[in-house]
Antibody, heavy 123, light 107 residues
């Protein structure tokens, strides 16, 4: 069973850049059946999938955030990270990382989630 | 993006009740749908994927059905630990999207 844990600062100012890391334990981030994703949750927009990365570095981002988001992976540390630039109050919310199992003949199964980390954007 | 709507938004029920909630997609998504349970302060927990496949470890009182644009999640006999918010998610098209949720509370 995979365990995921988010880490990073909880309070940022408008226009700053958010950097979060998700550390994976209980399995290797280079497992070829998994992608690694970020999801956020805010009172205003509910649950929003931000994007995912494969261990090779291949990514897909939600177009709504595409110009501001980067996801990258460090296989040597078994973790992946999120960078979100030009923050506004609308980026306030709980950020989750999740494992996305690539199921043959289906799609992704979001089978393990981190506990989430609250990010507040305020001046 | 594919929009998901869920009904009802809120549901009051008693322990032992059979409850059913609905998720509708703005366009056909086959059976590329998942259901999650979320309790306050916790991450969503996967219950069902591929519209009707129970995730390992999830009690059999949970079941899902549907295809295309209309899906249902049923709890056959509501237990105290089932009071939570339930979300659907479509995985047919990028970007993956979630419904707004159905909150189940105690009558």
């Amino acid at each position: 069973q995979l365990q995921l844990q988010e880490s990073g600062p909880g309070l940022l100012k408008p226009s700053e850049t958010l950097s979060l890391t998700c550390t994976v334990s209980g399995g290797s981030i280079t497992n070829s059946r998994y992608y690694w994703g970020w999801i956020r949750q805010s009172p205003g927009k509910g649950l929003e999938w931000i994007g995912h990365i494969y261990y090779s570095g291949s990514t897909y981002y939600n177009p709504s955030l595409h110009s501001r988001v980067t996801i990258f992976v460090d296989t040597s540390k078994n973790h992946f990270s999120l960078k979100l630039t030009s923050l506004t109050a609308a980026d306030t919310g709980v950020y989750y990382c999740a494992s996305q199992y690539d199921s043959t003949g289906y799609s992704f199964i979001f089978d393990s989630w981190g506990q989430g980390t609250l990010v507040t954007v305020s001046s | 993006d594919i929009q998901l709507t869920q009904s009802p938004s809120f549901l009051s029920a008693s322990v032992g009740d059979r409850v059913t909630f609905t998720c509708r997609a703005s366009q056909g998504i086959g059976t590329y749908l998942a259901w999650y349970q979320q309790k306050p302060g916790k991450a969503p927990k996967l219950l069902i994927y591929a519209a009707s496949t129970l995730q390992t470890g999830v009690p059999s009182r949970f079941s899902g059905s549907g295809s295309g644009t209309e899906f249902t999640l049923t709890i056959s006999s509501l237990q105290p630990e089932d009071f939570a918010t339930y979300y659907c998610q479509q995985l047919n098209n990028y970007p993956f999207t979630f419904g707004p949720g159905t909150k189940v509370d105690i009558k």
